[in-house]
């Protein structure tokens, strides 16, 4: 049974650009919600996709974006990319109103 | 003040110890209880959700809710050196439009052989 997979595993950007982050859910998951985890703190909450909406957003400016696709998989996007984007980048799935969410193995992402 | 609180250590003891996590929220509302394990540089894995009050135990893990005083704790009974890593404790109110997950900052154990 996959579980969460999140592409790539390590990115580095140049500030003001773009970024995709890929993620695709556990097996008979249909939520996918986005963190941020910063060194040495907790992860904290982008938002929550479920049936392609954004269900949920946490207190994160609108250049975080993202999309969920008919497959469930989903897509974070972050526009013009400040130093302090750098974080590892975490997806979790879960089913429905579940809150026991599972974690994929996150991406990196550096910003220089 | 923060809604989970965390101490973050970091704590260090010999295999075989018996450890003690725990986490302090202000919440009231929070009503589903998750541990965390998180090794360097992966993502976190789950190891025990709870919902309410009362005890779970899951094989050497035994996570504790203490609603009335808004304390929750993680046990793990001997401790071996694989168990070194970082513990999150996690929370949810699953009320109204809320589906987010509320992090402390974690605490990083080292078992030492």
């Known amino acids: 049974d996959a579980g969460v997979t999140q592409s790539p595993t390590h990115l580095i950007k140049t500030r003001g650009q773009q970024v995709t982050l890929r993620c695709s859910p556990k097996s008979g998951h249909d939520t996918v919600s986005w963190y941020q985890q910063a060194l040495g703190q907790g992860p904290q909450f982008i938002f929550q996709y479920y049936e392609e909406e954004e269900r949920q957003r946490g207190n994160f400016p609108d250049r975080f974006s993202g999309h969920q696709f008919p497959n469930y998989s989903s897509e974070l996007n972050v526009n013009a990319l400040l130093l302090g984007d750098s974080a590892l980048y975490l997806c979790?799935?879960?089913?429905?109103?579940?809150?026991?969410?599972?974690f994929g193995q996150g991406t990196r992402l550096t910003v220089v | 003040q923060k809604e989970v609180e965390q101490d973050p250590g970091p704590l260090s003891v010999p295999e075989g110890a018996i450890v003690s996590l725990n986490c302090t929220y202000s919440?009231?509302?929070?009503?589903?209880f998750m541990w965390y394990r998180q090794y360097s540089r992966k993502g976190p894995e789950l190891l025990m959700y709870?919902?309410?009050?009362g005890n779970k135990e899951d094989g050497r893990f035994t996570a504790q809710v203490d609603k009335s005083s808004k304390y929750i704790s993680l046990f793990i009974r001997d401790s071996q050196p694989s168990d070194s890593a970082t513990y999150l404790c996690a929370m949810s109110s699953l009320g109204g439009s809320n589906y987010k997950l509320t992090f402390g900052k974690g605490t990083l154990l080292t078992v030492n052989p």
């Open positions: 979790a799935s879960s089913l429905g109103s579940n809150t026991e969410a599972f």
């Open positions: 709870t919902y309410s009050s």
């Open positions: 919440n009231s509302a929070f009503q589903y």
